[in-house]
């Protein structure tokens, strides 16, 4: 079945400083690519996506890439904010209906 | 319009107990879909119901079943709990099963501790 591996936590960074977590997927076929984000007591919620190969999601300052050639969808934001502490999740789909989630990356951002 | 909302928020069971957990779908939403996440883990992909028929399940043995009301509600019962079984159950709704085209919205999830 699908996979996802992404980088170990916890990142700790600064303010204004720049963001990368990084996310490979192994998959059958063409999955779609997602981050989530969880908030200390919080549900899930969905960051961004991405359908196909060489698409980019974008929301709130983050983007990812969906990048075939090296089964990737990193993570970036180009200054992080206290606000952006949180556990993110990459995940591709698996059959259409199953999310296959990464372990996590846990951001902690200090002022 | 309310969002998806479980029931309860935390629980401890004894091994070899019985649980179910309860999950009010977002207004309009057909589909639930069922995740365990372990301590430190990602979510598990356990079950799906669309349109109350199961319509794909993960890798867990058949002591997780569950159901969906007409209302689009839904339940996820474990039986015969083990240790291991202790975890935080996420479910999330949508308005179609396929993650292709809708987005899932998750629930805050209940911590189930088994001792």
């Known amino acids: 079945g699908n996979s996802v591996t992404q980088m170990e936590g916890p990142v700790t960074l600064s303010e204004e400083a720049f963001l990368t977590i990084n996310c490979t997927y192994t998959?059958?076929?063409?999955?779609?690519l997602f981050w989530y984000v969880q908030y200390p007591g919080e549900g899930l919620q969905l960051l961004l996506k991405a359908t196909k190969a060489d698409d980019k999601g974008s929301n709130k300052g983050f983007e990812a890439t969906y990048r075939k050639e090296t089964t990737s969808f990193h993570l970036e934001k180009g200054s992080v904010q206290v606000s952006d502490s949180a556990v993110y999740f990459c995940a591709c789909n698996q059959a259409g209906t199953a999310l296959i989630f990464g372990k996590g990356t846990t951001l902690s951002v200090s002022s | 319009e309310t969002g998806v909302t479980q029931s309860p928020t935390h629980l401890i069971k004894t091994r070899g107990q019985q649980v179910t957990l309860r999950c009010s779908s977002q207004?309009?939403?057909?589909?639930v879909s069922w995740y365990q996440q372990a301590l430190g883990q990602g979510p598990q992909f356990i079950f799906q119901y669309y349109r109350e028929e199961e319509n794909g399940r993960g890798n867990f043995p058949p002591r997780f079943s569950g159901l969906q009301f007409p209302n689009y509600s839904s339940e996820l019962n474990v039986n015969a709990l083990e240790l291991d079984d202790s975890a935080l159950y996420l479910c999330?709704?949508?308005?179609?099963?396929?993650?292709?085209?809708?987005?899932?919205?998750f629930g805050q999830g209940t911590r189930l501790t088994v001792v």
């Open positions: 999330a709704s949508s308005l179609g099963p396929s993650t292709m085209n809708t987005e899932a919205f």
């Open positions: 207004s309009g939403h057909n589909t």
């Open positions: 998959a059958t076929g063409y999955p779609s």
